[in-house]
C-alpha cells in the first residue's frame, strides 16, 4: 500500500510538470546576486530570465538582482539611459532551459566613452529642481538616442529626459522600469538640435506659470 502511494505521488508530480519549464526565484534588492528556490513557471512563461538593474543617482548606486520565470517581452539588453544626475541600466539573461537561469550572469561594464550625441537632460521628481529647459547632456556608450518620458509610482510622477540605447527607446522606457508597480506615460523621442516643450509635462507647467505670475 506504502509503495503504491508512493508511486501515485511521483506520478502525479511528474503529471503536474508536464512540459513546463523551472527557474530559479529570487529577488535581492540590495546586490548584484542571488540565489533561490526552484519553481515550477506558469504555462504563460517560457523563458527563465535573470535581471540586475543598477541605478545611481548622485553618487549613490543601487543594485537589485533578480531571478523568475518571464516571457519574451521581460528580456532587455544594453537597455540604460542617462537624465540628468539619474543613470539606470537594466540587463536580463533569458533563457529557455530548466533552471538556465542559475547561476551569476557576466554584465557588459558601464561604457563612459562619448558618441558625440547630445541630449536634453532632466531628472525632476518630488524633492528635486525643476528642468532646466536649456541644460543638455553629453551621450556616452550605446546611449545614442534622446528620449523624454514621465514615470508613475504610487500616484508620483518622474520626468526624465536624456541619452538611451535603442533597446531602451524601442521599450518605450519601460526597460528602464520593469517593475510591474511602475506606469510609463507620455514616451518621445526627442531631437536635440529641437528645442523642447516644456508645456508637454504638468510640473513643467506648474513651473512656467510660478515664472509667469511671480
Ligand atoms: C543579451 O546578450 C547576451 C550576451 O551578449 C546574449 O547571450 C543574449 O541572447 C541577449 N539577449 C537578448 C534578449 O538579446
Ligand atoms: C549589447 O552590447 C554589446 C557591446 O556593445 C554588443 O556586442 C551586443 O550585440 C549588444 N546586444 C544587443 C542585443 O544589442
Ligand atoms: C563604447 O562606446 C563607444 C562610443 O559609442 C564605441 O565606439 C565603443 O565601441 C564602445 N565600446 C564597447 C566596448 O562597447
Ligand atoms: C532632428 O532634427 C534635424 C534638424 O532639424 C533633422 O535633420 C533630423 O532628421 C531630426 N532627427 C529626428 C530623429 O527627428
Ligand atoms: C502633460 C501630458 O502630456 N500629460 C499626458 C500624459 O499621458 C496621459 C495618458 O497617458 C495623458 O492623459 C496626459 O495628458
Known sequence: MKVFLTSVCIFSALVATGNSLICEKCTNLHGPSCTGVSITCDASKSVCIATLKETFMENHKRQIFEKACGTTED??????MTAGKFRVSVNTLCCTSDLCNN??????SVNSTLNGQTCPSCFYSVNSDPCDDEETISCSGLETECVQFAVVKKGFLTELRGCATEQMSNSRGK??????????INFSKSNSSIRLQCSLFLPAIGFLLLKLFF
Open 175 to 184: 526597460a528602464a522600469f520593469p517593475e510591474k508597480s511602475v506606469h510609463v
Open 75 to 80: 528580456c532587455w539588453n544594453n537597455s540604460s
Open 103 to 108: 547561476g551569476k550572469p557576466k554584465w557588459l
